[in-house]
């Protein structure tokens, strides 16, 4: 004999269970299952966005390239091999700047 939990098991496991969401245009967000949407990604962008975002990047390369037309690539080459070198070797935590001897002493024995 059975009893009735396990009949209603045994038949929710054989009903095929679609998802009851509606398509196209009034088609909600399904929260529980997909999470928070992101409003910002979904929003078209604005044209002057991108180069807005890259506006030191095309004023690098101008520069560049009048620094070449002007002085010749050797000029242009040794610029960006210093920016390379300052961007490589600029470790703040090298400083030649003297700190609180106090502080740094602290921070070197872990107290800070």
């Known amino acids: 004999m059975m009893n009735a939990r396990g009949l209603g098991s045994q038949l929710k496991d054989s009903i095929p269970v679609t998802e009851l969401s509606a398509s196209g245009a009034f088609e909600s967000h399904d929260l529980l299952r997909k999470g928070f949407?992101?409003?910002k990604n979904e929003l078209p962008s604005h044209p002057l966005e991108l180069s807005e975002k890259n506006y030191q990047l095309s004023q690098d390369k101008m520069n560049f390239s009048t620094l070449r037309n002007i002085q010749g690539l050797f000029?242009?080459?040794?610029l960006q091999m210093e920016f390379k070198a300052v961007y490589i070797l600029n470790d703040p935590s090298q400083t030649e700047l003297m700190g609180e001897p106090h502080l740094m002493l602290e921070y070197k024995l872990g107290l800070l």
Do not use: D, E, T
């Open 37 to 39: 949407s992101c409003v």
């Open 75 to 78: 000029a242009q080459l040794k």
